[in-house]
């Protein structure tokens, strides 16, 4: 499976930005379809997930409220919309997908199968 990421790019504190993600297979048997980031320096951190089958949402403490996932099963696309955005935001975006990933472990990054290529959010006035 492939994973290619778009939208990735330079915004003001404050601004908007999509990313999304396209899947080179069309469905999965279950598991999650996650982003995550990564800053320099620093390790992998989970963003947000959501359950292939069901939708179900989750998010990272310092996202919710300003960062909305979804999913398009007939695209097979996972979409990011990112709100009220910060510095502390800047990162390198990744999507992932992982079939056996279970609900208990949905952040972690080890537990994804597939991974994107990754796509820069710089976040400065």
């Known amino acids: 499976v492939q994973l290619q990421a778009s939208g990735g790019g330079l915004v003001q504190p404050g601004g908007s930005l999509r990313l999304s993600c396209a899947a080179s297979r069309r469905s999965f048997s279950g598991g999650y379809m996650a982003w995550f980031r990564q800053a320099p320096g620093k390790e992998r951190e989970f963003v947000a997930a959501i359950r292939w089958s069901g939708g179900y949402t989750y998010y990272a403490d310092s996202v919710k409220g300003r960062f909305t996932i979804s999913r398009d099963k007939a695209k097979s696309t996972v979409d990011l919309q990112m709100n009220s955005l910060k510095p502390e935001d800047t990162a390198v975006y990744y999507c992932?997908?992982?079939?056996?990933?279970?609900?208990?472990?949905?952040?972690?990054?080890?537990?994804?199968?597939?991974w994107g290529q990754g796509t820069q959010v710089t976040v400065s006035s």
């Open positions: 992932a997908v992982g079939e056996r990933v279970i609900m208990s472990a949905m952040a972690i990054p080890r537990q994804y199968d597939y």
